[in-house]
């Protein structure tokens, strides 16, 4: 599977997509930063599965209808930082869908994730990593998972990896840093955690009309059961 991730920064990199996710080959696009109201049916091969509905700052999954089969989907509200209140950005900061490989009839659970700010603490994106990843459990049963997006944590990512390992889960940075549009602020903000598969590549894109670069996932399938 190839999966397309970009924070399109307030949907000023919209008009990049098409040409994205035809050069990337991608079966799966996860989107953050999204004006939902304006989002195409599809884009390309790939067709829209889900979008948040209350966000300022939207998010959205499409897949490859020839490739996936749609089984359910959802969105889901995860713990406010001070941010989200007072300027309301978000208040759904995760999308996930259940999809059936017509190619291989495993099933796998795709999302697309928006931590909070870099205003909130790191433990507080933490809490919204560990809740996303339980909704993704729900939605899934169990099934392989692979959650993909702007996660604001350019910071203590050793730290990170270590804690999502604990809970089940991999983390895999890309090969390049993913944000470097001011000096204290580079690092790797958009990255991908998953169970249940082998995450081969994270590739980082060239630099578009969003001050976050494009990643491309790679994953397989795990030989062992999650």
């Known amino acids: 599977m190839r999966i397309l991730s970009y924070n399109l920064r307030k949907n000023r990199a919209t008009g990049e997509l098409l040409d994205l996710a035809a050069s990337t080959t991608a079966d799966v696009m996860c989107l953050q930063e999204v004006d939902t109201g304006a989002l195409p049916n599809e884009v390309a091969t790939l067709t829209l599965a889900d979008s948040t509905k209350r966000n300022r700052l939207g998010l959205a999954v499409y897949y490859r209808k020839d490739r996936f089969r749609l089984h359910d989907t959802d969105t889901f509200e995860l713990k406010k930082s001070l941010h989200d209140r007072v300027l309301a950005p978000a208040h759904e900061r995760l999308v996930g869908t259940l999809l059936e490989d017509v190619q291989t009839g495993n099933q796998v659970v795709v999302a697309s994730f928006h931590a909070a700010p870099l205003t909130a603490l790191n433990s507080l994106r933490r809490t919204q990593i560990k809740a996303a990843h339980a909704e993704l459990l729900r939605l899934g049963h ?85």
């Open 142 to 226: 169990g099934a392989p998972t692979l959650m993909v997006g702007d996660y604001n944590y350019p910071f203590f990512t050793q730290s990170l990896g270590e804690r999502v390992k604990a809970s089940g889960y991999d983390m895999a940075l890309s090969d390049r840093k993913t944000y470097t549009r001011y000096k204290f602020f580079k690092g790797h903000f958009d990255f991908v955690t998953s169970a249940g598969l082998d995450v081969r590549t994270v590739e980082t894109l060239p630099r578009g009309d969003s001050d976050h670069m494009p990643i491309v996932v790679s994953a397989e399938y795990a030989e062992a059961p999650a």
